[in-house]
């Protein structure tokens, strides 16, 4: 009976061992369906058919009307290495969804670090979320009247544990 257990012990402790061996590779990130690392064609599988930025910005793609579960973004922006895949993600919302999204990150990820920027014609409020796995910026940008909600992903490279 002794024998039996340990067996079983040893059993699942290898395939547990077996499965953090596998499992290692690409890491999922913030948004669901992308994952960082991804190449530019499973990218646009998620993001839909995407242009290249520019030829100074090599690796830099945009994407236009893309729906974030179901809120339309007008523009996402994205950073691919021909190497290491997906590196960044840039949405743009419209600033009558940004209560919504920000609420959708606290619930999901706790209260942000924020801060406030004021010069002359240009007002930026920040929230940051450091959620071990991503880096996720919200800005809302208030320049002259135009009123920005720009959201950006990163992978994190700061574990918030280590500190």
Known sequence: MRGLRWGQNLLIGAVMALLLLCGGGISEACVEGLAWGMPLEQVEIHLGKSQLLNQQQSGRYVAREVLLDRLPVSTATFDI????????????????????????????????????LEERSLNEQIWVWNTGEDLITAVKQDDGGQQKFLMSYRPSRLRPGML
């Open 81 to 116: 290495d021909p190497e290491q895949g997906l590196k960044t993600l840039a949405y743009e919302f419209a600033i009558d969804d940004m209560s919504e999204v920000l609420a959708g990150l606290r619930a999901r990820h706790g209260p942000p670090l924020s801060t406030s």
